[in-house]
């Protein structure tokens, strides 16, 4: 894990967790909010580590956004890191995959419109 320790002029980095310690519930908690949803959605379509906070064209606010995020990281979905100014995203999708198999493939297929 990267260091977390806050850097001159930096904001401190994101505690995250690990996939393996995420009940099934706190991960169908995080995955069930359309946000949250369109948020992974979005980045398991991205290359790792290309995406920042910002990058992402949702109908909410920065503090909404931000709280999302944390939310994603509470569940083990998500990993973050500062590149400069800008704080870039990792779908955890491996670890995930190991956690809960073949729960990010069902919720990754295209709506049916049912």
């Not at 519930?25 to 995955?31: E, F, H, W």
């Not at 959605?41 to 709280?67: Q, Y």
Request: with cysteine; hydrophobic share 40%.
């Amino acid at each position: 894990m990267p260091d977390q320790s806050p850097t001159a002029g930096h904001r401190p980095a994101p505690v995250h967790t690990h996939p393996d310690d995420v009940s099934v519930l706190t991960a169908l908690a995080a995955l069930a909010d359309p946000v949250r949803l369109r948020l992974v959605r979005e980045m398991a379509g991205s290359p790792v580590w290309t995406r920042s906070c910002g990058s992402f064209d949702v109908p909410v606010g920065k503090a909404a956004l931000s709280h999302h995020f944390t939310v994603l990281r509470a569940a083990g979905l998500v990993e973050q890191r500062d590149q400069g100014p800008k704080r870039v995203n990792r779908l955890r999708r491996e670890e995930f995959d190991a956690r809960f198999p073949g729960l990010l493939e069902l919720v990754l297929r295209p709506d049916d419109g049912a």
